[in-house]
C-alpha cells in the first residue's frame, strides 16, 4: 500500500487489524473501532514496534511516540489518515 493510493479509513482499519493480529497476537474479533491499545494488552515496546511496521508498510513517517495505551483504534485510524494526506500534499510540493 502507498501513501499515493490514498486508502479508506476502512482499508486503514483492516490494515491495522491484520497488523495486530499477525504481529501481536491479538484475536481479530478484539479489534474493534472504540477498543484502545491498552485494552488490547500492547505496551510501549509493541507500540514502537506497531509504528516501525506501519510506517515501512504506509511509506510515510510516523514518530515513535504518535500511538499511545490510550488511543482507540478510530484515533488511530484519523492520525494514519491525516499523516497519508500530509505526506501526499509534501510530496505534491517537492
Known sequence: MTASAHPSAEQLQDQLRSELVTRFGVEDTDVTPETTFGELGLDSLALVE???????????????DDFNGEQKITDVVALLRGKLAEHAGAQGRA
Open 50 to 64: 506497531l509504528s516501525d511496521v506501519l510506517q515501512s508498510v504506509l511509506e510515510i513517517p510516523i514518530a515513535d
